[in-house]
Nanobody, 129 residues
Framework: QVQLVESGGGLVQAGGSLRLSCAASGGTFRRYVMGWFRQAPGKEREYVAAISKSGGTTDYADSVKGRFTISRDNGKNTMYLQMNSLKPGDTAVYLC??????????????????????WGQGTQVTVSS
């Protein structure tokens, strides 16, 4: 089973940038479709972005499209989320998630939290105005 650890969160002013990392261990990373989600206090968990096993297919929520970039390095067992032009509305705990996709095509990904069986503990991102 894979274990996930996020890092890179922090406090940033509006318009600034952060790069989140998600380090995976205990599994064959290239088997897993990966995703980023976020959860603000009092709100439901929200989809941010997802990336296919090979990294060749990516998807974004409309709220972050054009500002965030998801990527992965299968050689380093790590996924990233580059966040630019941050807004106060981006403030949340950011969680990375994995789904074992050995059965899936190379382009498959999911934006549904219920599809993901493995989750990290999250990293806090706070954007001040």
């Amino acid at each position: 089973q894979v274990q996930l650890v996020e890092s890179g969160g922090g406090l940033v002013q509006a318009g600034g940038s952060l790069r989140l990392s998600c380090a995976a261990s205990g599994g064959t990373f290239r088997r897993y479709v990966m995703g980023w989600f976020r959860q603000a206090p009092g709100k439901e968990r929200e989809y941010v972005a997802a990336i296919s096993k090979s990294g060749g297919t990516t998807d974004y929520a409309d709220s972050v499209k054009g500002r965030f970039t998801i990527s992965r390095d299968n050689g380093k067992n790590t996924m990233y989320l580059q966040m630019n032009s941050l807004k106060p509305g981006d403030t949340a705990v950011y969680l990375c998630a994995a789904v074992d996709s050995t059965w899936a095509t190379s382009t498959w990904y999911s934006n549904r939290p219920s599809d993901y069986g493995y989750w990290g503990q999250g990293t806090q991102v706070t954007v001040s105005s």
